[in-house]
């Protein structure tokens, strides 16, 4: 379990957007057309076999259904290579979001064009976009990681969350890259 620091897209990024299948609902979600009107969407790079994504999986669930009724949308988006890691295919994908409570959509990005369109580098790898659909906050959840003795708490995002919600700006925030495993890339023939 090699560490991967995410690459920190530029604040005021405007969302790249996509369209991928929802392996919960079975529909295709699109991002711009789906958010609208949202005051925040959170984007998550996350996969189902990732010990920093298990770690925080809880806390994911938490942290949606907390913000469910407040305007928040989350999207979460697995775009690991599944002929590498099966264990991360759209069936497994399926079962993951269902076991772990996500009321949110659990995204699969065979091509992986969402995972470079954001840059993303690791497994959990967060982008939190304001109400206009610019980046407002990237980084990590929080400061626990697996085998930390550190409690899970979400309180990064909790409190970029909040301030986007209060019409703060948070761009002065110190804002920490998150950690986890790489993406794991389709192999280039």
Same mark, same amino acid.
């Given at each position: 379990m090699a560490l991967m620091l995410s690459t920190m897209m530029d604040l005021g990024?405007? @969302?790249? !957007?996509?369209?991928?299948? !929802?392996?919960?609902?079975?529909? !295709?979600?699109?991002l711009h057309n789906d958010a609208q009107g949202a005051h925040a969407a959170l984007v998550m790079f996350i996969?189902?076999?990732c010990p920093y994504v298990i770690h925080i999986q809880e806390q994911l669930a938490a942290l949606a259904n907390d913000y469910a009724d407040k305007?928040?949308?989350? +999207?979460a988006i697995s775009s690991n290579d599944v002929s590498r890691y099966p264990q991360d295919g759209p069936e497994l994908m399926t079962a993951f979001a269902k076991t772990n409570g996500f009321n949110f959509p659990y995204l699969y990005d065979e091509s992986q064009a969402a995972a470079r369109a +954001? %840059? @993303? @580098?690791?497994?959990? !790898?967060f982008f939190l976009f304001d109400g206009d659909m610019e980046l407002a906050y990237r980084g990590r959840l929080d400061e626990s990681?697996?085998?930390s003795g550190l409690p899970v708490t979400g309180t %990064?995002?909790?409190n970029a969350? %909040?301030?986007i919600l209060n019409g703060e700006s948070i761009k002065e925030v110190d804002q920490k890259p998150s950690a986890g495993c790489s993406i794991k890339w389709l192999e280039q023939s």
């Open positions: 990024t405007e @969302a790249p !957007d996509f369209t991928l299948p !929802d392996t919960v609902s079975g529909k !295709d979600i699109n996969c189902n076999h305007g928040v949308k989350f +999207y +954001y %840059d @993303a @580098a690791c497994t959990p !790898d990681r697996p085998g %990064d995002m909790r969350i %909040d301030k």
